[in-house]
């Protein structure tokens, strides 16, 4: 790793990779190989912050394809840098901090843009956002893609001379131009200033503090852990060799001398374990649990009260639920008792006046048919009404369209009684269609005799 500064707020790293593939870091990157710091829960919230070429599917592959499109005419030697590593991230606190505010989007389109910026759009071949991981950041991947002379060609002569300089506009991939000790510097200054809006600070100017790669910190981790099972076996051995002696010591003496061994037997215990771990470690634990405890019963005492005020919500949802159903089956008892009357009195109309009880088949024949409420209003007006549309049939399952045909109800004397009849064109409605369905069957099988059944046509 290449890191000029320590972390303080802010945090931004730079490293390199020689040869041919970056395969390990790419399978950290891509999740293809996971960490044991992998919360794989999680994983599904990471993103692709680079869209890659047509083609390309890995960030490898996307490595290879800017140095082969970048139009470089020398050839790349095996020890040269292929791409620079780019971590940007914060201390956990502040990413924490920046995620609950819902600004994670806007702090990741202003380090993209920055790395756009400083490096070029093109020679970001990739960055992905992880936040499966303790603390969120990005891994960005630069293809040291320059133009123009060398940094270090402009200060070589030869015999007082220049050297031969390149066209300024050739393309190069040199790591030298951009992981320089001054750009470095300057890469963390601009950096801290697009980042100063989240509260994140530039690291200590100078600081000998170096970062710890994963696989250090993995090998520190466990090495750590094998003293402490050591430290641990050790304490039980001597803890099973101290009851050895207190049990043949109960055997030797008294009961108070046996009171006064074990208690110098507890306190050599105490004094083993204080020595492992320290004395300040022991009052922490003891600091923590407290913390613990008040914690619990806060969280102990706000459940109490959630539970209460549900308990209080449902009995008030109760009441106005009974409320409501108490009133909807008032008004429908009083609708009910609206709709009998009203029933009694059109049984009473239709039985003092015969046509009223007739007007009720004819507004369902005329339904239909296929006229709407206006017209059908119109038609009980006795008035004709011009027509164009489709006219439907129930009796021959059809409809047939019409252009302008005159629609009438008429009272016709049917014996001792009148009754209402609907004309088309003056004809009874069902002569009408009779008549029209008799005139399309002769247009479509004009030999074919019309089969009569209970005097009624079928096609």
Not at 12 to 28: C, E, N, T
Not at 35 to 56: C, K, M
Not at 297 to 319: G, N, P
Not at 424 to 439: A, D, L, M, P, S
Request: aromatic content about 6%.
């Amino acid at each position: 790793y290449v890191d000029l500064t320590l972390p303080k707020n802010d945090d931004l790293k730079f490293a390199y990779y020689k040869g041919a593939s970056d395969a390990r870091m790419s399978d950290h990157i891509e999740r293809r190989v996971i960490a044991p710091n992998v919360d794989s829960t999680r994983t599904h919230l990471n993103r692709e912050l680079v869209e890659l070429p047509e083609g390309v599917t890995v960030r490898d592959e996307a490595i290879a394809y800017r140095i082969k499109s970048a139009g470089i005419k020398r050839k790349i030697t095996p020890d040269q840098v292929r791409a620079i590593r780019v971590m940007m991230s914060g201390t956990h606190e502040d990413m924490m901090k920046i995620q609950q505010d819902g600004r994670m989007n806007e702090w990741c389109n202003d380090s993209m843009e920055w790395l756009h910026k400083t490096f070029g759009r093109e020679n970001t071949v990739s960055a992905v956002l992880h936040m499966d991981e303790t603390t969120p950041h990005i891994h960005a991947t630069i293809v040291p893609i320059v133009t123009g002379e060398r940094r270090k060609a402009k200060q070589k002569q030869t015999d007082g001379k220049r050297s031969y300089r390149k066209k300024a506009d050739a393309a190069r991939l040199c790591a030298d131009d951009v992981l320089n000790r001054d750009k470095l510097i300057g890469y963390h200054d601009d950096y801290a200033k697009i980042m100063d809006k989240y509260g994140l600070q530039r690291g200590v100017r100078g600081s000998e503090a170096r970062h710890v790669t994963t696989a250090q910190y993995y090998r520190d981790l466990k090495r750590q852990t094998g003293k402490l099972e050591t430290g641990v076996q050790q304490l039980q051995e001597e803890r099973e060799e101290a009851e050895k002696q207190l049990k043949q010591v109960k055997k030797e003496i008294g009961t108070q001398k046996l009171e006064a061994v074990k208690t110098e037997a507890k306190a050599a215990i105490i004094a083993k374990v204080g020595s492992f771990l320290g004395s300040g470690e022991i009052k922490e634990l003891k600091q923590e649990n407290k913390q613990l405890y008040e914690e619990v019963a806060t969280r102990d005492e706000s459940i109490e009260k959630l539970q209460a005020l549900i308990k209080e919500q449902q009995k008030q949802y109760r009441k106005e639920l009974t409320e409501v159903q108490a009133r909807s089956i008032k008004e429908q008892n009083g609708q009910k008792a609206r709709t009998d009357i009203m029933q009694k009195w059109i049984n009473r109309a239709c039985k003092w006046f015969p046509l009223f009880d007739d007007a009720f088949r004819v507004e369902k024949l005329c339904r239909s048919v296929g006229f709407t409420s206006e017209q059908i209003d119109r038609l009980f007006t006795f008035k004709p009404l011009e027509y164009s549309g489709n006219i439907y049939s129930e009796e021959h399952k059809r409809g047939i369209s019409v252009t302008k045909a005159i629609a009438q109800i008429k009272i016709a004397q049917d014996g001792k009684k009148q009754r209402f009849i609907l004309c088309i064109n003056g004809k009874n409605v069902f002569e009408w269609f009779k008549e029209q369905f008799e005139k399309l069957r002769q247009i479509i099988h004009p030999n074919l005799q019309p089969l009569i059944k209970n005097k009624r046509l079928k096609l």
